[in-house]
């Protein structure tokens, strides 16, 4: 199946720090990718659609300051977390449809946030 | 924010038994309804999906069972191993602005005891 690659799989930062995170789709492009989050014994909470080459779109509530999405080219998409704090710790996971959006979401492996 | 109901929250089996998640959900994009199942520190993992023009689909021994008219669908897991422990998601699709997103359900703690 599609596979998307995240880096760094865990990162550790002190508060008031950026830390950039990457998505990649290695076998195929997409115009479109997913940022969620989620917490510990949590659902996954979908916080923007990644859209190449324009602007991303946030969901209700998320500080679109604070998660600075980039989308460069079809198989990059950035999440930076701007000035962490500790609140901001949790697990962030991107995916992208496999094919056209009526396909497969195939996920990547997670991102572990701490933020001291 | 549409949303998918998830039940039984969590869920204790016994080795070879089966296993049953539900979910109902509001309104779909299209009709498509996966099932990913999570383990611990991982990314969740597209286990088994349905789309419309079957009732049930099967893969090895898991099942998806889904009813249109009720906007419901399940999840069997037969004869239940230890290894199968995890949580599991059901998801289905809303429309999102120019693209079609996946919104989850609350989650299944599945443990399956020896």
């Known amino acids: 199946g599609a596979v998307v690659s995240q880096h760094p799989s865990w990162v550790i930062c002190k508060s008031g720090t950026s830390v950039k995170i990457e998505c990649r789709s290695l076998?195929?492009?997409?115009?479109?990718m997913f940022w969620y989050r989620q917490f510990p014994k949590q659902s996954l909470m979908l916080m923007a659609t990644?859209?190449?080459?324009?602007?991303?779109?946030?969901e209700q509530g998320v500080e679109k300051d604070k998660f600075l999405i980039n989308h460069a080219s079809l198989t990059l998409s950035t999440l930076t977390v701007t000035s962490a704090h500790p609140e901001d710790s949790s697990f962030y996971i991107c995916?992208?449809?496999?094919?056209?959006?009526?396909?497969?979401?195939?996920f990547g492996e997670g991102s572990r946030l701490t933020v001291l | 924010q549409q949303q998918v109901k998830q039940s039984p929250q969590s869920l204790i089996v016994q080795k070879g038994g089966i296993s049953i998640i539900n979910c109902a959900y509001e309104?779909?994009?299209?009709?498509?309804f996966p099932w990913y199942q999570q383990f611990p520190g991982k990314g969740p993992a597209l286990l088994i999906a349905?789309?419309?023009?079957?009732s049930e689909k099967k893969e090895g021994r898991f099942t998806i069972s889904f009813n249109k008219s009720a906007k419901q669908f399940s999840l069997h897991i037969m004869d239940s191993q230890p290894g199968d422990s995890a949580t599991y998601f059901c998801?289905?699709?809303?429309?999102?602005?120019?693209?079609?997103?996946?919104?989850f359900g609350t989650g299944t703690l599945l443990a399956v005891q020896p």
């Open positions: 349905i789309r419309p023009d079957v």
């Open positions: 309104n779909t994009a299209f009709d498509y």
């Open positions: 995916s992208a449809w496999s094919d056209t959006d009526t396909g497969e979401l195939f």
């Open positions: 990644s859209n190449e080459g324009s602007k991303a779109t946030y």
């Open positions: 076998d195929f492009q997409a115009t479109t």
């Open positions: 998801a289905a699709p809303i429309r999102g602005g120019a693209t079609n997103k996946l919104i």
